[in-house]
């Protein structure tokens, strides 16, 4: 069976930055990621890539920035008060998820100053190209409930699960 829209696919990856440095590897988790192809679950550049492929393909993609998690924009880079973060400690490099207009975001702390810090809210690998090694494991039709929640699900859900289990 072939990759194509309505598919779960699941796969093994390794993310490395452009300089080869290893960001993420689904094996060294032992968690394969399974996605269902045509709903947008993973970035569009590895879909395209994956199309038409089956069970055994191994591939490399390269995304430039535009097509993973976009180009830096340091419009991004703002102050706010100390009062925004949940910890009284704060240094350089955490990290906290958020809710932003389009979904959660993640903020970056660059700098601690007296009476603000100074953040980003970039995504992390924005501006980087990113090279992914994928390994496609399996390749299987999506269920009718997968279908209506739009993503993978354990097995044996039914539609009427799905319904139940929405977040209020």
Request: aromatic share 4%; proline share 8%; no cysteine.
């Amino acid at each position: 069976m072939t990759i194509a829209p309505q598919r779960v696919v699941t796969l093994h990856y390794v993310l490395s930055d452009q300089d080869g440095n290893v960001l993420d590897d689904s094996r060294a988790r032992q968690t394969p990621l399974e996605y269902l192809h045509g709903h947008d679950n993973i970035m569009a550049g590895l879909e395209r890539a994956l199309l038409g492929r089956e069970a055994g393909a191994e591939l490399s993609v390269t995304l430039m920035p535009a097509e993973a998690y976009g180009l830096r924009d340091e419009s991004l880079v703002r102050e706010v008060g100390r009062g925004a973060f949940p910890v009284p400690d704060l240094s350089p490099g955490m990290r906290f998820q958020t809710p932003g207009d389009d979904g959660p975001e993640i903020v970056t702390v660059l700098e601690v100053r007296d009476d603000g810090v100074l953040i980003d809210t970039n995504h992390p690998l924005a501006g980087q190209t990113l090279r992914y090694r994928l390994e496609v494991l399996d390749v299987r039709e999506a269920t009718r409930a997968e279908l209506a929640k739009g993503h993978p699900l354990p097995p044996g859900t039914t539609p009427d699960q799905v319904e139940d289990k929405k977040m209020p």
